[in-house]
């Protein structure tokens, strides 16, 4: 079954920078694009951009621009998202979901456990 | 503040038809189609309805999807007490700022 499954838990202090994986089965790896999504705790879900793995091309979200890296991994079917000076207000459950095979395409299925980042001094 | 703009919260008892709207503007859902997601508590997301009305396999027909112009609404009917969860409602916006995913704030639903 399709399946994706995120690194563990981490606590970062504030300026660092966090890298969180999602490994990817199931399913041919390059054929859909990748998204992240995060959560802060007690509110809603908040986009923060998308990778097409098969050729490693990137949008951010603006609001994340200049601070966040996503990159993968073909070899072995794992996305990563790399945010950078991190502050008090990252501190968000991050999800990889899988979309669609175009890029425009929402149907986020399925979605990683999620990944708590703490950032905290 | 979301870009699109759902009720924080619902009701409703078992047995009972509920509807969540989701209101954006013509630069998302006046022109890209609406995904709904279910997030139980403690648990991820999880996809419910997508391109408006379309139910991915395994997930009941009471949940049902429509768009209007720049609306959509997910109705739950004969609502059960498992259906107590947060609902969103995403699309892809396309502005002078780019092309992005906006998602509602969130709607929690209470079976009372």
């Known amino acids: 079954q399709v399946q994706l499954v995120q690194s563990g838990a981490e606590v970062k202090k504030p300026g660092a920078s966090v890298k969180v994986s999602c490994k990817a089965s199931g399913y041919t790896f390059n054929s859909y694009f990748m998204h992240w999504v995060r959560q802060a705790p007690g509110q809603g879900l908040e986009w923060m951009g998308v990778i097409n793995p098969s050729y490693g091309g990137t949008t951010y979200a603006q609001k994340f621009q200049g601070r966040v890296t996503m990159t993968r991994d073909t070899s072995t079917s794992t996305v990563y998202m790399d945010l950078t000076s991190l502050r008090s207000e990252d501190t968000a459950v991050y999800y990889c979901?899988?979309?669609?095979?175009?890029?425009?395409?929402?149907?986020?299925?399925?979605w990683g456990q999620g990944t708590l980042v703490t950032v905290s001094s | 503040q979301s870009v699109l703009t759902q009720p924080p919260s619902a009701s409703g008892t078992p047995g009972q038809r509920v509807t969540i709207s989701c209101s954006g503007s013509s630069s998302n859902i006046g022109s890209n189609v609406v995904n709904w997601f279910q997030q139980l508590p403690g648990t991820a997301p999880k996809l419910l309805i997508y391109s408006n009305n379309q139910r991915p396999s395994g997930v009941p027909d009471r949940f049902s999807g429509s768009k209007s112009g720049t609306s959509a609404s997910l109705a739950i009917s004969g609502l059960q007490s498992e259906d107590e969860a947060d609902y969103y409602c995403a699309a892809w916006d396309d502005s002078l700022n780019g092309l992005y995913v906006v998602f509602g704030g969130g709607t929690k639903l209470t079976v009372l």
């Open positions: 979901a899988r979309g669609g095979p175009q890029q425009a395409s929402a149907r986020f299925d399925p």
